[in-house]
């Protein structure tokens, strides 16, 4: 076969992939993210921090968790540590709001002053690249979220390191413990 029939070849077979397959996003840094105020962003700023990206919402039980991931953000920014919020009304509907309600929220109740992201979908066909990246079958953790507030811990190289359940509280001596040696890989 000549290289250009091969080439032909291979681009029919490419449409037939399933997007998931053909284009799965890339590094985690170049995924195309919105922020809370809904302008376009890419974790590029965070390249070479160690993140935690958590799903929120403003109407569950565990939404007094913002309370102990300000506060973890607030204890280890200095040291290249910031803590993701994406927002998710996946659960029962717990996070009903528009962002301007859910901004509004975070900061007046809880004083948040860690990054927040525009809604995002963490399971099922719509899941946001994001969270295929975290939670997909080639993520070291895969599985579905099971519920708002699940925790993952992303290295300063992008890798995931740990993923902690929505019942493990970002003051969580465990949490703590994998947050600060992940601070310490420098």
């Known amino acids: 076969m000549k290289i250009p029939s091969l080439l032909a070849a291979l681009g029919a077979l490419a449409l037939l992939l399933p997007l998931s397959v053909a284009a799965p996003g890339g590094s985690i840094y170049e995924l ?3 922020d809370i ?5 890419s974790l590029q700023p965070y390249k070479g921090e160690v993140m935690l990206v958590v799903n929120v919402a403003s109407k569950c039980g565990n939404t007094p968790q913002y309370a102990a991931l300000e506060k973890d953000y607030e204890k280890y920014k200095d ?8 927002p998710c009304n996946q659960f029962k509907s ?3 709001g ?3 309600e859910i901004k509004e929220f975070c900061h007046g109740t809880y004083g948040v002053t860690f990054p927040l992201f525009d809604k995002l979908d963490v399971n099922g066909e719509t899941r946001h690249p994001l969270y295929v990246q975290l939670a997909g079958p080639s993520s070291p953790y895969p599985g579905d979220i099971k519920w708002n507030f699940t925790k993952f811990l992303v ?3 992008g890798h995931i390191l740990a993923r902690f359940e929505p019942k493990q509280k970002p003051d969580d001596p465990e ?3 994998a947050i600060e040696a992940a601070l310490a890989v420098k």
Do not use: N, S
């Open 98 to 100: 528009t962002a301007t």
């Open 37 to 41: 105020d809904g302008k376009e962003i």
């Open 79 to 86: 040291q290249g540590f910031v803590v993701l919020g994406f």
């Open 94 to 96: 717990q996070e009903p």
């Open 32 to 34: 195309p993210l919105k």
């Open 175 to 177: 949490v703590l413990k």
């Open 155 to 157: 290295g300063r190289d």
